[in-house]
């Protein structure tokens, strides 16, 4: 076990943890009609949102696709990118989250921010495809990913009415792993790599 010495500079160091904490559970929103609003999320080591510069690119190679599309934000997490979504003029969000205080927080900024078109479902996002919506035009898929989840989801879509034709599914997964097997109509059109987090866009055909 190491000691901590406590001098005054070490105590200054630790005074400031707390204010680094606190502003590590908050985002802001990149674009549209919420640009510079900010969310907070709660500090659950599971909860891990898509960075600015991440979303930035993404939204980038979505386009014009947002504004009218219907979005499923899968494994919402912080719900950034349902948000971004919403902001960018999508005509609705159903946001999928199993976490209870992610999920007050995130009722709690669509009422302040008056948003319509949304849906927040709480539960496991798996569990929820095995039952019956859709069909999507943008499908954000961020699963954990020390876990199975992304290849039973994606799975689970493919079996589902979930998807449109046509349809744009945007994946998360380490980048060490890369890709793990996905539905042969999904074709990978954008990938990059962002520290330990490779993000792909794909289409289905």
């Known amino acids: 076990m190491q000691l901590l010495v406590h001098t005054e500079k070490s105590g200054r160091r630790a005074a400031a943890r707390p204010h680094r904490a606190a502003q590590a559970r908050l985002l802001r929103i990149i674009g549209g009609m919420w640009r510079g609003r900010k969310l907070r999320f ?32 899968l494994f919402a997490g912080s719900g950034a990118l349902g948000l971004e979504s919403l902001s960018r003029g999508a005509a609705h969000v159903t946001f999928v989250e199993r976490d209870a205080a992610a999920v007050r927080e995130l009722r709690a900024r669509l009422s302040e921010w008056g948003a319509s078109g949304a849906q927040v479902e709480q539960g496991d996002a798996v569990r929820f495809l095995a039952g019956t919506g859709g069909p999507f035009d943008i499908v954000f898929l961020d699963p954990p990913f020390d876990s199975d989840f992304l290849t039973a989801a994606a799975g689970a879509l493919e079996r589902g009415v979930w998807l449109a034709p046509g349809a744009l599914i945007y994946v998360e997964c380490a980048a060490r792993a890369g890709l793990p097997p996905l539905p042969e109509r999904w074709a990978a059109t954008k990938s990059k790599q962002a520290g330990e987090v490779g993000y792909h866009l794909l289409t289905r055909a």
């Open 42 to 73: 709660p500090p659950s080591p599971e909860i891990r949102p898509t960075p600015d510069r991440v979303r930035e690119t993404l939204f980038n190679w979505l386009g014009t696709r947002v504004s009218g599309a219907r979005c499923l934000d």
